[in-house]
């Protein structure tokens, strides 16, 4: 099997179009392409942040639900009014480098309402979008209902590595929730093993809360990676076939970890780079387990390193700023939205011609 990697980093300059296809984005907050839709279709307000060109001219109501994290309910799963049979699916798993902050008893993704709830863009980690979000509504070829589990300070499983709380919710908790819901394919999202992705990216706590604590921290990512993959089979066995892993970015080098010296940003980096060798045998080892698998890697650590070791090409001001517009990171240890956009340039580039 082949991993693809996709390093592509070019600030694209798109032309608008004269009109945006089906499924896609056609208006809301900071949205600068193309606000007609082809015909046969509508652009439809959901949100301040989104409108998409929906089939039809019936007009869709924009979901009630705040963004903020207090407003969660644990209410029965609403139900599209029509399943969307001609729709891919998307179930996510990681921590705050994806989260959107969903709530798999609340709204579900349906036309219209891509992430279900909290409605486009959700919550983020640091506001504004995240590479999840722009590949679902702007860098789609076709209609994506983007389940995300991903749970911000998330472990891959808290009984091997603590989270920063005992509330947050592991890989682990995330993958339960997802069997114990549509993983039986209901009428509400019948999914099928052809036209669903199942992501992964994890490990950034994982090795943060651990990288130094001493032993044999090989053996250790050897630990983290039986629990990760003993979840990969769980979700095999009710029929996903299609994974997107990604390995985990050059954190050592986030402004939070540069203050504390270059001997625990040297440990940090060796610790990482262990671990994320070993994902990728473990994702090439999982399509020969099953072969009617197949698995896709994104490299996130040489996508960042690429963008910090020339930030200005990519239009930030450097690589240690944040929290303001041109910055790299949005806060001391996330990216910004800015370079959300390209991870999710550089994802969908990856997932080319695959279930898109």
């Known amino acids: 099997m082949k991993l ?42 959901q949100n301040d942040y989104y409108a998409q060109c929906l089939p039809g001219t019936a007009s869709v109501s924009s979901s009630s639900r705040s963004s903020s994290l207090a407003s969660s309910t644990s209410s029965a799963p609403s139900q599209p009014t029509a399943p969307a049979t001609n729709a891919n699916y ?27 709830n909290p409605p486009f863009p959700g919550y983020t980690a640091v506001g504004g979008t995240n590479w999840i979000d722009e590949i679902t509504v ?34 682990t908790d995330q993958v339960n929730e997802f069997l114990n819901s549509v993983a039986t394919k209901p009428a509400s999202t019948p999914w099928t093993s052809a036209d669903s992705l199942f992501s992964f990216w994890i490990g950034i706590n994982d090795i943060g809360n651990s990288y130094y604590l001493g032993g044999d921290r090989a053996a250790f990512s050897d630990t983290l990676l039986d629990a990760y993959f003993a979840l990969v089979e769980k979700v095999v066995a009710v029929g996903a076939r299609n994974f997107l892993f990604i390995n985990v970015p050059p954190v050592d080098r986030s402004p939070m970890m540069t203050a504390q010296g270059t001997a625990a940003t040297s440990l940090e980096a060796s610790v990482i780079a262990g671990y994320n060798s070993k994902l990728a045998q473990r994702a090439a080892a999982l399509t020969t387990n099953h072969t009617d698998a197949k698995t896709w890697l994104w490299d996130s650590n040489t996508a960042f390193s690429i963008v910090l070791d020339d930030p200005t090409a990519y239009g930030f001001i450097d690589n240690t700023s944040y929290g303001n517009t041109g910055d790299f990171w949005g806060n001391n240890y996330h990216p910004s939205s800015a370079a959300q956009e390209l991870w999710a340039q550089d994802v969908a580039a990856v997932l080319t011609n695959t279930i898109w």
Request: proline residues 4%; contains cysteine.
């Open 4 to 45: 693809t990697l996709s390093l592509s980093f070019v600030i694209l300059v798109v032309a608008v179009a004269a009109q945006q296809t089906e499924w896609g984005q056609c208006g809301g907050i900071g949205w600068t392409g193309a606000t007609t839709c082809v015909s046969g279709t509508t652009c439809v307000t």
């Open 90 to 116: 998307w179930f996510s798993f990681g921590d705050s480098y994806t989260q959107t902050d969903f709530d798999y008893t609340s709204t579900l993704p349906a036309p219209g309402n891509p992430l279900g």
């Open 138 to 171: 702007k860098y789609n070829k076709s209609l994506i209902l983007t389940y995300n589990y991903a749970y911000g300070g998330a472990t891959i499983d808290a009984s091997l590595v603590a989270p920063y709380e005992s509330t947050v919710l592991s890989m």
